[in-house]
């Protein structure tokens, strides 16, 4: 394992009087008592200070940014090359409306998924696993609803490259295939969007899952490449508007009112670098060729419609100042994250952006973009790490200028439903980070920071944090990690757990001293905390006993927390979980003005059959009943849609989604729609 090892720098600044202001005055004496006056000395201005600036600043020449990435690819040399001396390792060459949308982390910033529902169409991508054919799969019944099994064919068409459009009718729960886009063998699609007239298919030649997998190793990302293609589904055939190829992996993305936003990564390829030189020949010929390195060769090639096209700017393009307090003594690896925006109607890119760091993540609001960046030290004496997290933001209203960076402590681990652990609130960026202690009776330490944008400075100013001096109070019990969190509004939710599940809930009314007002304990834990109101909170989690758990919590008070309930969906399902614990796109939730709220989740299990175990799928249906009467607010299950059973040594798929709209149901199991009334799931239909 390769340790990276950031050392601060110690910078002193001492503040100075630089100028000074002369005033000479002149007075002469002459006979006869006359006076003569000399002409007064007007003192020059002082010259204008030059504006402070931040952690990162733009690159000011070409020469600049060859230099910074050929640093980068020496120190990546350096490692690999002390990493082959210690292992041997030979030479080598990732709810308004009637019916449910995307659930995301924020209301006003869309993300990308495989199934996209416009209230009239659902559009439909293939999943990277059907090329195992996960429905080649042998029948079974299910004892429990033996009459609605709906089995999957033993033979399915559902390999071919096309992105299924289908069309809905929700007062009867139908539901047909009107429409093929055919795609090419060559990509897989990550995902969706639809805006107006247009879909939005995001492609990518390799997947490298979310934030924090395989980033470590910048070589991952060398030689990828993923695009978007805009079709117009105006028309019946769905003629290509624009294509889009960028170099690089695809990391994510999002949408908001500007347009879609890419999020990638990137290694430059250079041929000829021999990652692990052993002669001095082989290293004289690396230095060569980062000798001979330039800009075109350095920053992501960007395609439109196959031209090649100038998308990144030296503006745009930003490095750390090594100068600068909160700057890592040495720079990471040579990877450099990139961001388009690209309209969604016409497919030109509109802005661009790219730093040449690494980073673990992102989040986006309304307002800003920020990156978060972790950095690891280890204690030479001790070999203990340390990790803390840069933030750096820039403002989307202002074409993503650089607005400043901070610093905290711990790591902000993202991606999937870890994502909300990062929100910004009215201006102010909360977060919650997790440090890792060598103590065996504690291991986890859980801080809460919060950070507004400096006045003077074009940095991040921790404002708030617990716990602290003045509140020494720890989140969560000893050995207790963390599960679901959620910022809303001025309140934070927190689930902590080891053997029973503490939810807490903390104060930022006064984001200066925020205080954990109350907790809770019962068994099991949440994973994902969902706001049905302002007052009432579901958690959805695993029990004691290794089942899918849900929990209504009554907020009210935040001193006081209660439970109005809890249900295990599936009771006789051995080792169940779901998927919409760590995926919020498999959570739907309708709000309903009148009458009680419903929403959905995938559960998958085993069961016994037959003195056999066989995996489960299946669409669990429930109710919140009296939602606006917390003190009354119940769970109800409706029942479920399911799939078929599958053999004991075939796995679910995790690729489920699932659509409310009026009184129909539509359960997406990889690109197979199942579908019933909500008050006649047993008659449910399908596959279609």
């Given at each position: 394992m390769i340790i990276k090892d950031y050392r601060r720098r110690s910078i002193n600044f001492n503040g100075r009087l630089l100028g000074t202001c002369l005033l000479l005055l002149v007075t002469a004496c002459g006979g006869g008592g006359g006076a003569v006056r000399a002409t007064p000395v007007t003192p020059s201005p002082p010259p204008k200070p030059s504006p402070p600036t931040g952690l990162l600043i733009p690159f000011t020449s070409n020469t600049a940014l060859v230099d910074r990435v050929q640093a980068s690819f020496q120190r990546q040399l350096q490692t690999l090359q002390l990493a082959s001396a210690d292992t041997s390792a030979p030479e080598a060459s990732q709810a308004s409306t009637g019916f449910t949308k995307t659930y995301t982390q924020q209301a006003s910033v869309d993300e990308h998924d495989v199934v996209k529902y416009d209230g009239n169409r659902v559009f439909i991508a293939p999943s990277r696993g059907l090329a195992y054919c996960n429905f080649c799969l042998e029948p079974s019944v299910d004892p429990l609803f033996a009459e609605s099994v709906v089995t999957a064919p033993a033979q399915s068409n559902l390999q071919d490259r096309v992105i299924r459009i289908m069309t809905t009718t929700p007062e009867t729960a139908g539901i047909q295939e009107t429409g093929r886009i055919a795609l090419s063998d060559e990509d897989t699609v990550e995902g969706l969007y639809i805006e107006g007239g247009r879909l939005a298919a995001i492609t990518s030649s390799a997947w490298w899952g979310g934030y924090g997998q395989r980033f470590a190793d910048p070589q991952a990302w060398s030689g990828q490449h993923?695009?978007?293609?805009?079709?117009?589904?105006?028309?019946?055939?769905?003629?290509?508007?624009?294509?889009?190829?960028?170099?690089?992996?695809?990391?994510?993305?999002?949408?908001?009112?500007?347009?879609?936003?890419?999020?990638?990564?990137?290694?430059?390829?250079?041929?000829?670098?021999?990652?692990?030189?052993?002669?001095?020949?082989?290293?004289?010929?690396?230095?060569?060729?980062?000798?001979?390195?330039?800009?075109?060769?350095?920053?992501?090639?960007?395609?439109?419609?196959?031209?090649?096209?100038?998308?990144?700017s030296l503006e745009q393009c930003y490095g750390i100042d090594p100068t600068h307090p909160l700057a890592p003594e040495t720079q990471g690896y040579p990877t450099i994250t990139s961001m388009l925006?690209?309209?969604?109607?016409?497919?030109?890119?509109?802005?661009?952006?790219?730093?040449?760091?690494?980073?673990?993540?992102?989040?986006?609001?309304?307002?800003?973009?920020?990156?978060?960046?972790?950095?690891?030290?280890?204690?030479?004496?001790?070999?203990?790490?340390?990790?803390?997290?840069?933030?750096?933001?820039?403002?989307?209203?202002?074409?993503?200028?650089?607005?400043?960076?901070?610093?905290?402590?711990?790591?902000?681990?993202?991606?999937?439903?870890?994502?909300?652990?990062?929100?910004?609130?009215?201006?102010?960026?909360?977060?919650?980070?997790?440090?890792?202690?060598?103590?065996?009776?504690?291991?986890?330490?859980?801080?809460?920071?919060?950070?507004?944008?400096?006045?003077?400075?074009?940095?991040?100013?921790?404002?708030?944090?617990?716990?602290?001096?003045?509140?020494?109070?720890?989140?969560?019990?000893?050995?207790?990690?963390?599960?679901?969190?959620?910022?809303?509004g001025d309140r934070a939710y927190l689930v902590t757990f080891e053997r029973t599940d503490p939810l807490y809930v903390l104060d930022l009314a006064d984001p200066r001293d925020p205080q954990l007002a109350g907790e809770l304990e019962v068994t099991g834990f949440s994973n994902f905390l969902h706001p049905v109101s302002r007052n009432l909170l579901l958690g959805l989690g695993q029990s004691a006993e290794q089942r899918v758990k849900l929990e209504l919590f009554d907020v009210s008070d935040l001193t006081n927390p209660v439970s109005r309930g809890s249900l295990e969906p599936g009771p006789t399902l051995d080792y169940s979980y779901s998927s919409a614990e760590y995926d919020r796109h498999a959570f739907a939730y309708l709000h309903r003005e009148t009458g009680a709220d419903r929403f959905a989740i995938p559960v998958q299990g085993a069961q016994i059959i037959d003195n056999q175990y066989n995996n489960v799928e299946r669409l669990y249906l429930f109710e919140v009943r009296d939602p606006t009467t917390p003190a009354l607010a119940s769970l109800a299950e409706q029942g479920y849609l399911k799939v078929t059973e599958l053999p004991g040594d075939s796995y679910p798929s995790d690729n489920i989604r699932s659509i409310i709209d009026g009184e129909a149901v539509y359960f997406i199991r990889e690109t197979q729609v199942f579908s019933a009334l909500w008050s006649d799931l047993f008659n449910q239909t399908g596959p279609h």
């Open positions: 993923y695009g978007m293609t805009l079709y117009d589904i105006s028309s019946s055939d769905n003629p290509v508007v624009r294509r889009l190829q960028v170099e690089g992996a695809f990391v994510t993305s999002r949408r908001t009112d500007a347009g879609i936003y890419l999020i990638s990564r990137h290694t430059p390829t250079i041929d000829g670098l021999n990652l692990y030189p052993t002669t001095s020949a082989a290293r004289s010929a690396n230095e060569q060729l980062l000798e001979n390195l330039d800009v075109q060769s350095l920053l992501p090639s960007v395609q439109l419609d196959g031209e090649v096209v100038a998308a990144f925006l690209v309209d969604p109607q016409s497919g030109q890119i509109k802005s661009s952006l790219c730093y040449t760091e690494a980073t673990d993540g992102i989040y986006m609001s309304a307002e800003a973009l920020y990156l978060v960046q972790g950095l690891y030290s280890t204690d030479a004496v001790t070999g203990s790490n340390t990790q803390t997290t840069l933030v750096h933001r820039f403002n989307l209203a202002a074409g993503l200028s650089y607005s400043g960076s901070g610093e905290v402590n711990g790591g902000l681990y993202l991606g999937d439903n870890r994502d909300f652990r990062i929100s910004e609130q009215s201006g102010l960026l909360h977060l919650v980070t997790t440090q890792f202690t060598n103590d065996a009776t504690d291991r986890w330490h859980h801080q809460l920071y919060i950070l507004a944008q400096s006045q003077t400075l074009p940095e991040l100013e921790i404002i708030g944090q617990l716990p602290n001096s003045r509140r020494p109070t720890a989140i969560g019990k000893p050995n207790e990690d963390l599960y679901g969190v959620r910022f809303l």
